[in-house]
């Protein structure tokens, strides 16, 4: 019982932090992490074999871990280092590409083919955020499509606010769609042995659909303000994409190395190579190539991001150890009662809710054994609850400005250049749309599933 309130409280005080944004995040998972091991396992459970498992070093011996040996998928607790790894070899070629200019080639190529019209430009933009996010970390691309959005503005007159809001929206919708698109889909995928074809033709299906509407949505919420533009310039002070690229090698090379991570995400069910396998890499080939510059690679990556991860989950490894976890899938099941139907709408609006306003990556790292715990004592298919903890994490934080990472940045860079996002404006947009995605995904479970 003391460890259970004790692996509680550190708990709840990893998450008060968080969201006090006091302490940066990566310190307050570490130390909480620390806390975990040396109160809860050390001293009130007296348990090596809790502290060995939550560290989980013998999974790199593991044949599993490097090549998919069988289908089950283990269900191990404790630090997930196949999502560390990949997250980490997914860094360092999206470091790369940004050396190599081709996001801002590829904004201002798009750009141009809608021969600078604002319309087609804020139409596209959202596309393509959405199709980036599903390969690529939402940070990365909201921060150069809002920094290329904000060039846009200057030389179009027109306000970037509307464009960025919908921008934020669309990368956090296509991050759903796939296992690498957002934090959360990597530790369910990982966690529970999902592919990247399980993922694009579950959850992402739903995505495709929501994408028409939010475009939609986000048209006639903002089809007059982006028609308000008071000048228009000549071809000839357009900016030419081409200037983007830094170096014709590198930006070759960094298209190739993307083009690879692709294919191999993509087939990795069939090939047997585990997200460990590829981001490993892909992190290696990107720092080979890049030659002189991989030290230079290797300083830009998010570190503090691996290290909260790290930390994050040997705090969830500890409620897992506890079994506070089963007794929060209790009180879910409890609620629903033999009702799934009414399960699924507690996971996934709960999930929507919580991640609108804390952190969506710990908050997916707690719910995975608890939906397992759920799937096992209501005999429900445990890929059923994983999509709609999917679907609730990464579409709650859009609804505001501080709900994910993306959000945070994209107001920031807007911020830098004097337009300001309030909480007022941000919401009054991606609230809504938030709502409307979280109900078509409900529908489209219950209607696919059930």
């Known amino acids: 019982m003391m460890a259970q309130i004790l692996a509680g409280v550190i708990f709840v005080i990893m998450f008060v932090l968080i969201v006090s944004e006091k302490i940066e995040r990566h310190i307050v998972s570490l130390m909480c992490g620390g806390l975990m091991i040396v109160l809860v396992f050390g001293i009130c459970m007296h348990s090596p074999d ?4 939550t560290l989980s070093l013998k999974s790199f011996m593991t044949t599993n871990f490097w090549y998919q040996v069988n289908e089950s998928a283990e269900s191990s607790t404790g630090i997930n280092w196949a999502t560390i790894i990949f997250i980490a070899g997914m860094m360092l070629m999206v470091e790369g590409m940004g ?72 990368a956090n919708l ?27 033709t579950n959850t992402g299906v739903i995505a495709g659909v929501s994408l028409i509407i939010v475009i939609v949505y986000f048209y006639f919420c903002f089809r007059n303000d982006l028609r308000k533009k008071t000048q228009d310039g000549g071809e000839l002070y357009y900016p030419n994409p081409k200037d983007a690229i830094e170096s014709k090698k590198d930006f070759v090379i960094s298209c190739l190395i993307f083009a690879c991570a692709i294919i191999m995400l993509v087939t990795h069910a069939q090939t047997g190579l585990t997200v460990a396998t590829i981001g490993l ?33 040997v705090v969830v490894g500890g409620l897992e150890e506890t079994r506070i976890l089963e007794l929060i899938a209790g009180a879910i ?3 629903s009662g033999d009702n799934t139907m009414l399960m699924i709408a507690i996971v996934l609006w709960v999930s929507a809710v919580a991640s609108a306003f804390v952190d969506n ?9 608890v939906i397992r715990t759920l799937a096992q004592a209501q005999g429900l298919d445990l890929s059923v609850l994983a999509w709609t903890l999917a679907m ?3 579409i709650g934080g859009s609804a505001t400005p501080i709900g994910a990472s993306a959000n945070v940045v994209g107001i920031s860079v807007a911020a830098r250049d004097g337009h300001m996002i309030g909480w007022g404006k941000y919401c009054k947009y991606a609230a809504p749309a938030t709502i409307l995605v979280v109900l078509i995904s409900m529908v489209s479970i219950y209607v696919r599933y059930f």
């Open 333 to 335: 099941s409890k609620a």
């Open 361 to 369: 990556i710990p908050f997916a790292a707690t719910m995975i054994p």
């Open 99 to 170: 050396r190599a200019g081709f996001f801002r080639w590829l904004c201002l190529g798009i750009a141009k083919a809608v021969r600078y019209q604002t319309i087609p430009i804020f139409i596209t933009f959202m596309v393509m955020s959405s199709v980036l996010a599903m390969f690529i970390d939402s940070i990365t691309v909201i921060l150069f499509l809002a920094a290329v959005t904000v060039e846009l503005s200057r030389l179009l007159k027109f306000d970037p606010v509307p464009m960025i809001i919908a921008e934020i929206f669309c």
């Open 50 to 53: 809790a502290i060995m498992e």
């Open 281 to 313: 890499f892909i992190g290696v080939v990107t720092l080979l190539t890049a030659g002189s510059a991989a030290m230079t690679i290797i300083k830009k990556v998010d570190y503090k991001t691996i290290l909260f991860f790290i930390g994050l989950f």
């Open 392 to 394: 609730g994490t990464d």
């Open 174 to 200: 296509g991050g759903s769609a796939t296992m690498c698109g957002d934090p959360p889909n990597i530790i369910i995928g990982t966690s529970l042995g999902y592919s990247f074809g399980d993922f694009i």
